[in-house]
C-alpha cells in the first residue's frame, strides 16, 4: 500500500476516533506529499462523518463521539479550506448562507461555502441557528444574488419554509434566489416550500446557483 492510501485510511480511522491532533498531521502530511485537498476530503473525512451518523444510528455513538468526530473534520477543514477556496478572482456573485433556527449542524453548509469562495462568489455566513428575521436582515443589507439554507434535522427542515415565507412578507422575494440543502432536505421537499432550488452537495450548489443566476 501507498503512504497516500495508508495516509486516507488513517485519516478516516482518526476522525472516526475523533482524534484531533493525528487528523491534522495526517492533513499536513498528505499535502506535504502533494496530496489533492479534495481528496483529502471526499476519499477519507466525508465518508468518516458519514461512518459516524450510521453509528450513531445504530445507538453505538452517542452525541459526544460525534461531537469529536466533527470537530477533528473541523481542524483538517481549517488547513484545506484555504487551498480549495482559492480563487483571488472579482467575486462572480453574492450568497447569503446560513443554518436554519433550532439546527447547528454546520460542517455542510461550510464545505458549500468553500466551494462557492472557490468558485469565485462572495459568501456571508450567518453562521448557525439563524432565525428568519436574521435572513431578512442580511438580504436587505448585502443585497446577495442568493440565499441558501442548510438543515440537518427533520424537525429543522419546516424552518426553511418559515424562514421563505417571511423573506416574502418583507417583499424581498423576488431580489433573491433560494436554495435549500442539508440531509434530509429533497427535490420535493424545495418545490414544496417555494424554493428556487435544492443541492444535495456543495458541488451541486456551485452548479446549481451558477444555472439560476446564468452565469456561465
Ligand atoms: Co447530528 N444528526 N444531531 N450532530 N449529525 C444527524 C444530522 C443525524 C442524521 C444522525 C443520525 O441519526 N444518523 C440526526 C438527524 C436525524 C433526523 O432529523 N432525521 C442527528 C441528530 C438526531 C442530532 C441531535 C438531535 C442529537 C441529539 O442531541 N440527540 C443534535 C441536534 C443539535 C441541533 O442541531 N439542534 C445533533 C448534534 C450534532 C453534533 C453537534 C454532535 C454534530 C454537528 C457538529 C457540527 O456540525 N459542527 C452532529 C453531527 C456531526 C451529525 C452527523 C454525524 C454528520 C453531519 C455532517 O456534518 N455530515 C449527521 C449524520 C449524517 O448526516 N450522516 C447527524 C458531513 C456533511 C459534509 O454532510 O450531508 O454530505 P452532507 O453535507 C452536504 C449536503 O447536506 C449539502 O452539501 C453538503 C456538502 O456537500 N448541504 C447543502 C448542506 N447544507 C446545504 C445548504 C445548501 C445546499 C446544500 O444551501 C444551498
New binding site residues.
Partial sequence: MTREAEILDELYDYTLDGEDEPVVELTNEALALGMDPMVVLFDA??PA??E???L??QGE???????V???A??GAMDILKPLIAESGAKPIGS?V?G?VK???????????NV?LEGAGFEVIDLG??VPPERFVEAIREHQPD????????????PMAKVTIDEIGEAGLRDQVK????????TQDYADLIGAD?????????VR??KKLLDIA
Fill in positions: 473525512l466525508i462523518l458519514e459516524v451518523g450510521r450513531f444510528e455513538y452517542f452525541v459526544p463521539e460525534m461531537l468526530a466533527a470537530n473534520m473541523a450568497f448562507m443554518t433550532g439546527d447547528i449542524h454546520d460542517i455542510g453548509k461550510n464545505l458549500c466551494m448557525v441557528n442568493a440565499v441558501g439554507m442548510s438543515a440537518f434535522l427533520t424537525t429543522t427542515m433560494i436554495l435549500v440543502g442539508g440531509a434530509p432536505i432550488g435544492f443541492a444535495p452537495d456543495a458541488s451541486a450548489t446549481l446557483t
